[in-house]
């Protein structure tokens, strides 16, 4: 019966919709995660009579079609780029991106990834890196003995070198946006990838060309709404039960054909 695949599409959508829910509830507490959601679409539809057809001899019409659907599908997962709680830290690296742009990270291999999450570290070399050791991109290098760690809301960063008054300018951090940041392209560690879809990267200073602010000493949180995650769980579960039982019916109802054909 044409129930029973129909059905069984149905359990295949709502068991990705879970999956796309426990991975934004795992990440509630990752720095700048930005949550997804799955976005499904109706499959194609056999016609058995057009709207509009003749219906008898008299031209007469039929106001009303006769279709039967295929079921559903998954077109998409895209991300939900909504600016994060900003939550103060107390450390020195700790800068948080108010409103748009990305960080942009020198990956080893040459190419340039984007990160929200501005959670950084500096390496052996005194160099700004991420977590994961990734260059943040224009590099600054901190001297040995420097103190005094200011990044000011415009991306100036500067410190306090040995025998000076004044604090020095190392360098400065830069952005980028996109024309559709939803393009983007997710491949862990807080990184994203330029794509087709996303458009090429627009660089600029903070606070210039639309770009947001930097704030020292905080950080972005993920987007994730637990209460929000919860009832959507609740939902996706309640729909794969009511397709499992469509699909249960159908069975039935393939039984009951059967007995009768003995």
Request: no cysteine.
């Amino acid at each position: 019966m044409r129930a029973l695949y129909t059905a069984a599409t149905g359990m295949v959508a709502q068991e990705m919709s879970v999956q796309i829910i426990s991975n934004n509830i795992a990440n509630m507490q990752t720095t700048a995660y930005k949550k997804q959601r799955a976005e499904f679409s109706d499959l194609m539809y056999q016609t058995l009579r057009r709207a509009g057809a003749n219906s008898s001899n008299q031209g007469n019409r039929l106001p009303v079609g006769l279709d039967i659907g295929a079921g559903v599908k998954t077109t998409g997962t895209p991300r939900v780029m909504t600016q994060g709680n900003l939550l103060p830290t107390g450390k020195d690296l700790d800068v948080a991106i108010r409103g748009e742009g990305f960080f942009r990270i020198l990956m080893p291999d040459g190419r340039t990834a984007y990160s929200r999450a501005g959670s950084f570290e500096t390496d052996d070399q005194g160099r700004l890196v991420t977590p994961e050791g990734y260059l943040v991109d224009p590099s600054i290098t901190f001297p040995q003995n420097s103190s005094n760690i200011q990044i000011s809301q415009q991306g100036e960063v500067s410190v306090l070198l040995p025998g000076q008054s004044q604090n020095t300018v190392l360098g400065q951090i830069q952005l980028a946006r996109f024309v559709n940041k939803v393009g983007l392209q997710s491949i862990g560690d807080n990184l994203y990838l330029e794509t087709d879809a996303s458009g090429t990267p627009q660089i600029s200073n903070p606070g210039v060309d639309g770009m947001g602010n930097l704030l020292q000493n905080q950080l972005e949180s993920s987007n994730v709404s637990a209460v929000t995650e919860i009832s959507d769980l609740i939902t996706a579960q309640r729909a794969y039960s009511m397709n499992a039982k469509v699909v249960s019916a159908a069975d039935d109802m393939l039984q009951s054909t059967v007995q009768m054909l003995r």
